[in-house]
């Protein structure tokens, strides 16, 4: 008997001992390499798109068509609108020095670093801000500001305590605050 036979001999063999569990995994895993298959080659039109704007929009060009993924420029252009000005960032800077002393946490002194976010009309301000506080009041005013600021995140938080005792902490939070470019 040549190979072939055999090799068909032993594949009718394993369906007919699969039974309708295994005909239905064999679909199953036929479904999902045809899904995957399918969903690389839209990535890679996709990613295709996407580097012929980048290219024109890195030459100067401000007449690129969008790449269609899914976000046209003035929904783009309206979600960069949502976040405040930078004018206004003394105002921020001094609303969440209030916000921490309503909540009893100290913050000394803050230093900050502004940066200007690649392929955005926004800018990155990055807080160091050194803390002490209880514990509780610290996650409290945390949870507060996610929540009431959405154009401030949290970096890190590196915190340390001196008694295991109490709840007092100390330490040193990096807050991110986006705030829209002014205009040149």
């Given amino acids: 008997m040549s190979r072939l036979p055999r090799v068909r001999e032993a594949l009718r063999r394993a369906l007919r001992r699969a039974g309708w569990a295994g005909a239905a995994g064999g679909l199953l895993l036929a479904a999902a390499v045809a899904l995957d298959q399918h969903a690389a080659s839209s990535f890679a039109v996709r990613r295709a798109a996407l580097g012929v704007e980048r290219a024109t929009l890195l030459r100067g060009g401000e007449t690129a068509q969008p ?3 899914g976000i046209d420029r003035e929904t783009l252009r309206a979600f960069h609108d949502g976040f405040p000005p ?3 960032l003394p105002a921020l800077l001094s609303a969440l020095q ?3 002393e309503a909540h009893g946490v100290d913050i000394d002194r803050s230093d900050y670093r502004i940066t200007d976010e690649t392929g955005a009309p926004l800018q990155r301000v990055v807080l160091s801000l ?3 506080a209880e514990f509780g009041a610290l996650y409290g005013w945390l949870a507060e500001l996610v929540a009431s600021t959405p154009h401030v995140g949290v970096e890190a938080v ?3 305590r001196n008694d295991a005792r109490t709840g007092f902490v100390e330490g040193e939070l990096r807050l991110l605050v986006f705030v829209r470019r002014t205009p040149a």
Avoid: K
């Fill in 98 to 100: 209030v916000q921490a």
């Fill in 67 to 69: 790449a269609h993924a």
């Fill in 130 to 132: 050194p803390v002490r």
């Fill in 86 to 88: 930078r004018e206004a």
């Fill in 158 to 160: 590196s915190l340390r």
